[in-house]
Nanobody, 123 residues
Framework: QVQLVESGGGLVQPGDSLRLSCAAS????????MGWFRQAPGREREFVAA????????YYADSVKGRFTSSRDNAKNTVYLQMNSLKPEDTAVYYCAATTVVLTVLANLYNYWGQGTHVTVSS
């Protein structure tokens, strides 16, 4: 069992940066690949980024590639999403999730989800 808690969201202006954190409980955190998803108002949840269990491999949605970076610190049971050059269209609730499948973009293959953290990008 893994419990996930996101933090770091907030209101920022276009072009600003934010770093989201996802703290996990459980001793098996390092065996899970982790993903980030987001859901904007009135839209379906979409894949943002994924990181392998050791952090050596990452994968990003085209919409965030070059602006977002995911990393993890298994000693701290935490995964991060560094978001730079934020745009209004990045406004959404951001979720982290854990999966035993390596680097999948499919939400239904993630076993555990956090409660989400709100990110609003507005001038």
């Amino acid at each position: 069992q893994v419990q996930l808690v996101e933090s770091g969201g907030g209101l920022v202006q276009p072009g600003d940066s934010l770093r989201l954190s996802c703290a996990a409980s459980g001793r098996t955190f390092s065996t899970y690949s982790m993903g980030w998803f987001r859901q904007a108002p009135g839209r379906e949840r979409e894949f943002v980024a994924a990181i392998s269990w050791r952090g050596g491999t990452t994968y990003y949605a085209d919409s965030v590639k070059g602006r977002f970076t995911s990393s993890r610190d298994n000693a701290k049971n935490t995964v991060y999403l560094q978001m730079n050059s934020l745009k209004p269209e990045d406004t959404a609730v951001y979720y982290c999730a854990a999966t035993t499948v390596v680097l999948t973009v499919l939400a239904n293959l993630y076993n555990y989800w956090g409660q989400g953290t709100h990110v609003t990008v507005s001038s």
